[in-house]
């Protein structure tokens, strides 16, 4: 296992931001940089041994720091959208700003994903990454009390790409960490990921608004085009969906246990990926708002393990507040395959 540690680039207010590259034996290679604490690049071979990159990204920090489509970042401090942003924690209300038309999304204008990181590289026995930190001030966004968030990035010698988040506050907070990288198994840039295969643990899905906030019911996916229990073609039933898929999916686990969420494969390359994760759902994105700059519509999708959008306004979902004396955790592993592997 090897760490390589460069300059990225610079912000406008001269701070630096650094690169960590770690590369296994099987010829894997992840970076990721300290700005939202960012995937830039998953180098993954294929069923002849030719490696490409299988994440979308941007060649320069300028990219990342100007970009609006959160890359391969940290989401936090609550991926996903809280109806009309707001919500009321302990008799109080909070109001956040509304960045996704009436919704707050993603942790709001300048989330976790427009915040320098902090990063450490390390080594282990058969693996190595780089741990991130980050302190989210009282605050910061609407959201109360100061949060101290950590991640780890761990590449393993069995093809295994980890995420391991902790987060612990003084004061209750909603608390709701995710990795939003847009996977093409394909290549990054190589076209549609219609022809990519997906398989589901998942047996129910979370209907939404026009606005694309959750309705609070809980439906099954037998039947519907939310039905991945078989392999199958990402395009098969997209058409079905208007703009695209961008649903959260239930997995079918024990709460808080680690569980298989997803496969998917790539049939050209060979290449695959299996997710496992704690977290009691993902978010199914598809790239519907892509648009050709630099990465077209539709042409990557996204699995983002996390828990249940609007979960703060949604009583019946599963708890997402972290209170003091308690620590966030979270826990999803990416495990890649290809011919040979």
Known sequence: MRVIETRFGTLSDGAAVRKFTVENDAGMRVSAMELGAT??????????????????????LEGYVKGAEYFGCVIGRFANRIAAGRFSLDGKTYTLACNDGPHHSHGGVKGFDKRLWRGWAFRAKDAAGVRFGYTSPDGEEGYPGACRVTLEITLTERNELSFEYRAVSDQATPVNLTNHSYWNL???????????????N???YLPADKTLAPTGEVLGTAGTPFDFSKAKAIGSEIGAVPGGYDHCMVIGKPSGAMGHACTARDPGTGRAMEVHTTKPGF?????????????????????????????????????????PGLTYHHRTVHRFLWPGS
């Open 186 to 200: 394909a290549g990054a840039g190589s076209g549609t990921v219609y022809a990519q295969e997906l398989t589901f």
């Open 283 to 323: 978010q199914l994105y598809t790239g519907n708002f892509l648009d050709g700059r630099p990465f077209a519509k539709h042409g990557s999708f996204c699995v983002e393990t996390q828990y249940f959008p609007d979960s703060p306004n949604v009583g019946h979902f599963p708890d997402c507040i972290l209170r």
């Open 202 to 204: 998942c047996p129910w």
């Open 39 to 60: 995937i830039t690049e998953v180098t993954v071979p294929d069923r002849t041994g030719a490696a490409a990159n299988i994440v979308l990204g941007y060649p320069t």
